[in-house]
């Protein structure tokens, strides 16, 4: 998937004004509209800007978008970061209909198919406030302990010069015990302002575990990648393999080849049922380095009447 540079794409710089955007894209859609244009590639140049428009006109379309700094550039090879729009607070729906349709496959892994649009809740004088919604990183260790943590939002304004800017605020968040990524804590009353007499909207922060260097999670299981000695998936051995609540026993069984998967039942995420902790065996070589390790290994190949690809025969 390629990088879009919608800044590039509407001709402006990446501080522009909401107004200096609007303009841009007015100009060009003129120039390139279909109807009128005599381009070759007018369809195709007039379908970029109205993505671009459609992410730089919405201040918290455009915010995310940022959110992932200058360092791309247009048309290089691009996977968005893991978590990069956690901590982002937007207002309206979860999914709520946007303009997305027909856009890139850039602008929907950004953003969803529809994108993500306000929708106010105001029906007279005195109604609701939007309801907000954010992604937070927590850690895999809160799932099974519970906590309670300070999260940092950031959400779009605009200042007095029209430019999109940043306001921040931090929040205390009890994060209960057993909870799965996917799922939304809600927060009432901290979401948008209600209008007039009207109650405040709720805060929804849509929960996501942070990259952990030894375990992956599928909803309520755990998977832990073990590496082995060749001697002991062979001869069998007890090992000790981490957990994320402490250190445990484990026993191999003599035979045991790699990716077989040794199931710790209940040691997954907390839960009614619980999930379990799955340890994938893997086989670790120690390293030829020097010269009484290359005798080591010839001894074992000439001891050894083994063949591993003898089933590709035929």
Known sequence: MEFKDYYQTLGVARNATQDDIKRAYRKLARKYHPDVSKESDAEARFKELG????????????????????????????????????????????????????FSDFFETLFGRQGRGAQAHRAGMHAQGQDHHAKVLIDLQDAYRGARRSISLRMPALDAQGR????????????????????????????????????????????????HPLFRVDGRDVYLALP???????????????????????????????GRKLRLKGKGIPGK???????????????????????????????????????LKG
Do not use: C
């Open 273 to 311: 049922p619980p999930g379990d902790l799955y340890a994938v065996l893997a086989i670790a070589l120690p390293p030829a380095d020097s010269e009484s390790a290359k005798d080591a290994w010839r001894t074992l190949a000439k001891t050894f009447d083994f063949n591993p690809r003898a089933h």
């Open 164 to 211: 999109v800017a940043v306001q921040e605020r931090k929040l205390d968040v009890s994060i209960p015990r057993g909870i799965r990524a996917g799922q939304h804590l809600r927060l009432a009353g901290q979401g948008g302002p209600g209008l007039g007499e009207g109650p405040a909207g709720d805060l929804y922060l849509e929960i996501e575990f942070k990259p």
């Open 51 to 102: 993505e671009a428009y459609a992410v730089l006109k919405d201040p918290e379309k455009r915010v995310a978008y940022d959110q992932m700094g200058s360092q791309w550039q247009a048309g290089q090879d691009f996977q968005p970061p893991p978590g990069w729009d956690a901590g982002f607070e937007f207002s309206g729906p979860d999914a709520g209909p946007g303009d997305g349709a027909g």
């Open 228 to 258: 082995l000695a060749p001697w002991e998936a062979a001869l069998g051995a007890a090992v000790t393999a981490p957990t994320p609540e402490g250190p445990v026993q484990l026993t191999v069984p003599p035979g045991s080849a790699a």
